[in-house]
């Protein structure tokens, strides 16, 4: 049973930055349909894609993170980051991190991952 366990939520000030860190279990990082993301959910909205990486490495991120949140992979240590810089109070909202195993053409930030973690929370004040 594939595991997902993130980390690195917490409470910061506008302009801050926190590194969100997801350990993947039962999951294979390294092949080349490894598709991987960061979603989020405010209170009272849907959940959004952030970001993604495929497994050929490409990114693709949403609008309103584009230039402040970076995702990358460690093969080796089977984990997926996320990056926040100059956080706002509108990223506000539940991380999680998500997988599945598609080519680059399906890997999207379109809300039909397979597998999910838990969630960490992020909370950016003004």
């Known amino acids: 049973q594939v595991q997902l366990v993130e980390s690195g939520g917490g409470s910061v000030q506008a302009g801050g930055s926190l590194l969100l860190s997801c350990a993947a279990f039962r999951y294979d990082v390294t092949t080349n349909v490894a598709c991987m993301g960061w979603f989020r959910q405010a209170p009272g909205k849907e959940r959004e894609g952030v970001a993604i990486i495929a497994g050929d490495g490409d990114t693709e991120y949403a609008d309103s993170v584009k230039g402040r949140f970076t995702i990358s992979k460690d093969n080796a240590k089977k984990t997926l980051y996320l990056q926040m810089n100059s956080l706002k109070p509108e990223d506000t909202g539940m991380y999680y991190c998500?997988?599945?195993?598609?080519?680059?053409?399906?890997?999207?930030?379109?809300?039909?991952?397979?597998?999910w973690g838990q969630g960490t929370q992020v909370t950016v004040s003004s």
């Open positions: 998500a997988a599945k195993y598609a080519a680059r053409r399906n890997c999207g930030t379109r809300d039909d991952f397979d597998y």
